[in-house]
Each structure stands twice: as structure tokens, then as C-alpha cells.
């Protein structure tokens, strides 16, 4: 079977013998024995999670102490909260303005 490693994955028998160590110790790492339960036909599997960040470019920031000017997103946004609250604060019927609500909402969601 080595030779077939040998000549699959092009290794010498030298590093056959770390492949074969370390898919071993992989295994084990995946599967703990210690944690398996005695039915053959199923195993638990550790879990892996792996996230690639790219590195954030901070320089490319600059730093005002002025506050932002609300933009047209902003005012529109302040419009939206305040119509609301005003039809919360009236108990004007939810059925009502439902629709202005979620129709604004899926247009800034979708961009």
C-alpha cells in the first residue's frame, strides 16, 4: 500500500511515513475514542472552525474629530423612525402602516 502512496501522491518512503502519522493523529484528533459510542455505524466528529481576516488597512483611515453630516440615507431614516414612533404614540392601527414600514425596509435592506 505504501508503494501506492509513493507513486499517487509522488513522496519518497520517508514522507509516506509522515503522511500516514499525521492523517493517524488526525483521525484521532476528529474522532476522540474516548467520546465514541458503541454503536459502529456512528461516530462523533470534533468540530473545526477556520475563518480567513485579511489584515484591515488602517492606514487608509482618517481621523476627524468633526462630526458627520447626515446624509439623504440618514434623513430618510430619521423620517421613517419619527412616522413611527408617531403611530405608535397614536395607536393608530399596526395594519395600517405595516406596509409603508416593510416596503421602505426591504428597499434599504436590497440597497
Known amino acids: 500500500m505504501n508503494d501506492a502512496i509513493c507513486v499517487g501522491l509522488g513522496l ?9 502519522d499525521e492523517v493517524i493523529e488526525r483521525k484521532k484528533y476528529l474522532f476522540p475514542p474516548d467520546i465514541q459510542p458503541m454503536m459502529a455505524n456512528i461516530m462523533f466528529i470534533r ?12 492606514s487608509k483611515i482618517e481621523i476627524t474629530d468633526e462630526a458627520l453630516p447626515p446624509d439623504d440615507k440618514d434623513k430618510e431614516l430619521v423620517y421613517k423612525l ?30
Not at 12 to 20: A, D, G, P, R, T
Not at 47 to 58: N, P, Q, T, W
Not at 82 to 106: A, F, G, H, P
Open 47 to 58: 468540530k473545526e472552525v477556520s475563518h480567513l481576516i485579511r489584515k484591515f488597512g488602517y
Open 82 to 111: 419619527e412616522q413611527m414612533d408617531r403611530n405608535i404614540t397614536d395607536k393608530i392601527d399596526y395594519s395600517l402602516w405595516e406596509n409603508s414600514v416593510l416596503i421602505w425596509r426591504k428597499n434599504v435592506v436590497n440597497g
Open 12 to 20: 519518497n518512503e520517508e514522507e509516506v511515513k509522515s503522511f500516514l
